[in-house]
């Protein structure tokens, strides 16, 4: 990381919309996205209905940083050397002998040393961000179920049916197949007819109550914003969501102006590949009604374009900058997404916005409530994914044993030094910058 990063001498300020300038209300969205995939898997797949029951102790598996070994179900944490630290057979964590015959002290079996990045992406899913946790707590459930099923299974094929429940869920046709409309008849009472198909769960739901499930945006991030664009930067704002989506989250959390905000808006980026793929892989599109037009030779002008590359995307900044190697920094929340492309094949300025260094307990804690005053009805609420998980440990540092009759000693996570090595800064939140301006 950075010893010295001034925001002054950028520039161009580039941001990921979700989990970014958009923070959702993960003790509700959380549970939102399990439930979209474990109702697909359970109707359209045939898995077993228990997928559809979580308790809140359940929720305390989710942890950044978890990769999933694709082909035995295990999830592993590992410590920046590539060794690792513990690991999970579905749910069922194993003991320090069962991790010691299973891996030792060697490396993982896809880590690369020289790089200390991951090797063969197709064997194995790193879990780095919010979206993507409720899908860890699903995977190491089913990989629960199948082996309780098939007496001790040791090898699955489930992934294609939760990329399946991804692409239902979360395709581009999905947000536009749910409409609702209201109309007022002659005795002045309220229709409302809803137009719903085959577009999964998770879009439904937020477009009917996005209050819910978003958080509106400080007033102090959206002054922040507008004094930079006063203070002549160039604001790009490049999400992976799609351009409808993108409108809501950004109408409901910025206001109905929010595209005033922005020198040029990106949706359907598709990244990492935006930042790593070459122009001829990923032209920019032109949109109209939120639908991919035709594809653009180059960039040329500021806009609201779909998909494209961050190579064509420079070049328009050096044109918009007058300046032959204008300095980019982009604020995203996810490593696998924003911070290392970016960083590693565009060479921007990175901030990580990383929610677990408000603490690893999380927020405070709401003052109980005595069991009498709580409604009938009233269910237990999940654990936020931003705290601390007693499964997992910490998502910066974990103890590794030594021989007996000497002292566990503490060694930095894989994530940890990957964050270290990637991002200029890491940040909570957007307020952490947008407050000291004020």
Known sequence: MAQHFSLAACDVVGFDLDHTLCRYNLPESAPLIYNSFARFLVKEKGYDKELLTVTPEDWDFCCKGLALDLEDGTFIKLAENGTVLRASHGTKMMTPDMLAEAYGKKEWKYFVSDTGMPSHPGKYYFYDNYFDLPGALLCARVADSLTKQNSGQKTFDFWKDIVAGIQHNFKMSAFKAYRFTTAWNSSSSCAIHIEKKNCGLYFPEIKRDPGKYLHSCP??????LQQLKSAGKILLLITSSH???????????????FADLFDIVITNALKPGFFSHSPSQRPFYTLKDDEEQESLP???????????????????LKKMTSKPKPKVVYFGDSMHSDIFPASHYSHWETVLILEELRGEEGEKPEEAEPLEKKGKYEEPKAKP???????????????VSERENTEDSLVYTWSSNKI????????PSLEAIADSYF
């Open 219 to 224: 007033e102090s991030v959206r002054n922040w």
């Open 243 to 257: 351009s409808d989506y993108c409108k809501l989250l950004c109408e409901y959390t910025l206001g109905d102006d």
């Open 420 to 427: 270290s090595t990637y991002s200029t800064i890491a940040i």
């Open 385 to 399: 994914l931003n705290t601390l998980s007693k499964k997992w440990g910490s998502f910066f540092i974990d103890s």
């Open 298 to 316: 180059s960039l040329d002008k500021p806009g609201w374009y779909s998909q494209g590359n961050s190579a064509h995307l420079y070049e328009l």
